[in-house]
């Protein structure tokens, strides 16, 4: 629901047409049955014509139509889950990736009866889980149809419909709109490479994200250069490849993705989010960490927590960093790579568990029982989906501690709240900063980033 309190904000903020707020609500005008981005162009409706969403997905329940011309469908990722439970949050955000899967092994992903999934969505948005998925399919395949040349049937797969009439039928009952309206005089093409835009929260601090990355970059598998990210994966035993330009005018990278299969492509596209992560709100970092007792000018502007391409590659970099320098890790990472990575037309990808399970890992220069722990790491990934794996599972692994476990937390999952608290270089700068990181809840992986930021610049200075 949104508060009085709310709705004289967001009237507000949809007159300053301010692209700070793109993303954290939407703007349904009655008398049209249209809902916008608050920084859509078009004339401004008056107040008294207007209703306010959290999300998109509510204003079409409602009946409202997506403007054709700022399409909502393309906005930064909403923060208006923050302050919900953790169980909602993390149930919205499957719903709006995960749009193939059933709504039963979502709820049992949640660890949830579907029943209780039911009770705990229908509360905080209004509607079903079934209905918000929906909703998010027809958002995603309308940005595929204004955005890409796929074709309709790729579009349907790639949204999550069972088949091309389905996709027709529901633009129909939501929209009113068929493929070709959406479409316009695009000729269409088979899902083997595709072009979007990826919109991103303001500020971006691009050169934080890239150099971060550059650094950590392995040979073949990851290239950065000055505006872009290029990256060689594997999805369903398939190589792919995407590379991401930044556009600072655009507010927002130009994504190029080459897949085997369109039930590929939203996948794809919701790790690229995760890993240059473009939906944070860096106005709640910043009151987070100004809390836990950094000053304002020690911030980094438009901070972001770039992410690994995957659970278990993540691990990989936490086993190998152990008690070492990054650029030692990359190293022992790029043999690693080298040695077991599969070969593409254009480089390589990451290696994949059974691979490295399989493995002496002589290639490696360290002590065994790191190569131990490592290959114990990919038989465990093996066994289980990496995402799913347990604290105590991972812990169990043998020579994983605490610190390798929040780091792949905080890189893989690129879960926000993880204090790397045993870090060395984070526990001395909190110590000389005097910084409370609890005060940085729920951000506090943010905090560990500044303080590695902060040590970084101390060293340049010296």
């Known amino acids: 629901m949104i508060s009085e309190m709310q709705s ?15 993303g954290r609500f939407y703007v349904a005008v009655r008398t049209t049955g249209i809902f916008c981005r608050p920084i ?4 401004l409706p008056a107040e008294a014509n207007v209703t306010y969403y959290h999300y998109a997905q509510q204003a079409i329940e409602q009946g409202f139509r997506p403007c054709l011309r700022c399409r909502p469908d393309s906005a930064p990722g909403s923060f208006a889950w923050q302050g919900v439970n953790t169980t909602v949050q993390r149930a919205l955000k499957l719903l709006c990736n995960d749009l193939a899967t059933p709504v039963a092994t979502i709820a049992l992903r949640l660890g949830i009866s579907e029943r209780y999934l039911n009770k705990l969505v229908s509360s905080e948005v209004g509607l079903s889980p079934k209905r918000f998925q929906l909703h998010s399919r027809l958002l995603f395949a309308k940005r595929l149809l204004q955005q890409t040349t796929l074709s309709v049937t790729d579009v349907a797969v790639a949204a999550g419909f069972s088949s091309e ?6 633009l129909h009952k939501q929209f009113r709109l068929t493929p070709s309206q959406l479409r316009g005089h695009k000729s269409a093409n088979g899902a083997n490479e595709m072009q979007v835009f990826l919109a991103v929260k303001q500020p971006y601090n691009w050169p934080q994200v890239r150099d971060f990355l550059r650094v950590r970059a392995i040979d073949g598998v990851e290239k950065l250069s000055a505006n872009s990210y290029h990256r060689q994966f594997v999805t369903d035993n398939k190589p792919g490849e995407i590379e991401a330009i930044f556009d600072a005018e655009k507010g927002g990278f130009n994504v190029r993705l080459a897949v085997a299969h369109a039930a590929q492509i939203q996948p794809v596209l919701t790790t690229l989010h995760r890993v240059l992560d473009v939906d944070t709100d860096p106005q709640l970092v910043s009151e987070a960490l100004i809390s836990s007792g950094l000053s304002a000018v020690q911030l980094t502007p438009g901070l972001r927590l770039p992410g690994v391409w995957s659970v278990f590659e993540a691990g990989c970099r936490a086993i190998v960093g152990q008690q070492v320098s990054v650029s030692a890790a990359i190293g022992q990472l790029q043999r690693l790579t080298d040695g077991l990575g599969l070969p593409t037309q254009t480089g390589k990808v990451f290696p994949t568990p059974d691979v490295v399970a399989a493995d002496d890992l002589n290639m490696l220069k360290m002590p065994g029982v790191r190569k131990q722990a490592l290959r114990r790491f990919a038989q465990a990934c093996m066994t289980h989906d990496a995402t799913a794996l347990t604290d105590d599972a991972i812990l169990a692994i043998k020579g994983i501690g605490p610190w390798t476990l ?9 879960d926000p709240d993880r204090f790397l608290s045993s870090d060395l270089i984070a526990k001395r700068q909190a110590s000389k900063l005097a910084i409370n990181a609890d005060m940085a809840a729920p951000w506090r992986s943010y905090l560990t980033l500044q303080l590695w930021v902060l040590a970084g610049q101390q060293q340049e200075d010296a």
Request: net charge positive; with cysteine; aromatic share 8%.
């Open 165 to 170: 009439r389905g996709l027709q039928s529901h």
């Open 406 to 414: 929040e780091y792949i937390k905080m890189r893989g999952h690129s």
């Open 8 to 22: 004289q904000q967001y009237a507000r903020a949809r007159l300053s047409r301010d692209q700070r707020f793109d």
């Open 40 to 43: 859509c162009p078009a004339r």
